[in-house]
């Protein structure tokens, strides 16, 4: 039930633009996305919980296509700063509804911008 | 305080050893997570505490043992581990489980020996 990224890497220019894709083959309850520099913690960008929902931070925004099982994450105008690896997270829709309580890293993409 | 502390950063044990691993918080956050990460892989999830409660055990060999003594701490009890056990071990946590985006600590960076 491991969510499956694409692109596995990206190179891009400062200024730049990218997205990011994140699939599940199962129904999701919320989709999360967060960014890993090397030798640093995972940091939390944001959560998407209803199909449909777009969410913004800074010029880093997402996507979540609830019937589909999809998000996507969009990188405007890249920064240096930018660079890391980002993962989506995916929780899965429990029989109940709610969900199954357990996040769940795709595969990661890297991400390197270069001046 | 908006930070998961873990301690140690780094960790150096035998195969026979026995050591654990700290994560506390204090953010009120009811839920806590074991994570596991290899190099140039996505963290891998090992355990769920829900509510101080042990919800999800994610088929982790029983040389692994967690404890929740409280809301704001977790443990991770190792013992007789395998040198392919090394990684970077990172806590978690969350407002309520499901639905709420995850800080994590900045992890112990543990070796097997």
């Known amino acids: 039930q491991q969510p499956v990224q694409s692109p596995q890497a990206v190179i891009l220019r400062e200024g730049e633009d990218a997205v990011i894709n994140c699939s599940s083959s199962?129904?999701?309850?919320?989709v999360h996305w967060y960014r890993q520099k090397h030798g640093e913690a995972p940091v939390f960008l944001m959560i998407l919980l209803k199909g449909g929902e777009q969410k913004g931070h800074e010029k880093i925004s997402a996507s979540f296509n609830e019937k589909k099982q999809q998000s996507s994450l969009y990188l405007t105008a890249s920064q240096l700063s930018y660079s890391g690896t980002y993962f989506c997270?995916?929780?899965?829709?429990?029989?109940?509804?709610?969900?199954?309580?357990?996040?769940?890293f795709g595969k990661g993409t890297k991400l390197s911008v270069k001046p | 305080d908006t930070e998961v502390t873990q301690t140690p950063k780094h960790l150096v044990m035998g195969m026979t050893n026995k050591k654990s691993l700290k994560c506390e918080q204090h953010m009120g956050h009811r839920a806590m997570y074991w994570y596991k990460q290899k190099a140039k892989k996505p963290p891998e999830l090992m355990f769920v505490y829900s509510y101080e409660k042990l919800s999800i055990n994610e088929s982790v060999p029983s040389r692994f043992s967690p404890e929740c003594p409280n809301s704001s701490l977790l443990n991770l009890h190792l013992h007789a581990l395998q040198p392919e056990d090394s990684a970077l071990y990172l806590c978690?946590?969350?407002?309520?489980?499901?639905?709420?985006?995850?800080?994590f600590g900045s992890g112990t960076r543990l070796t097997v020996v």
């Open positions: 997270g995916t929780e899965i829709r429990g029989n109940y509804g709610g969900s199954q309580g357990n996040l769940i």
């Open positions: 199962k129904a999701l309850y919320s």
């Open positions: 978690a946590s969350s407002l309520r489980p499901g639905g709420y985006g995850y800080t």
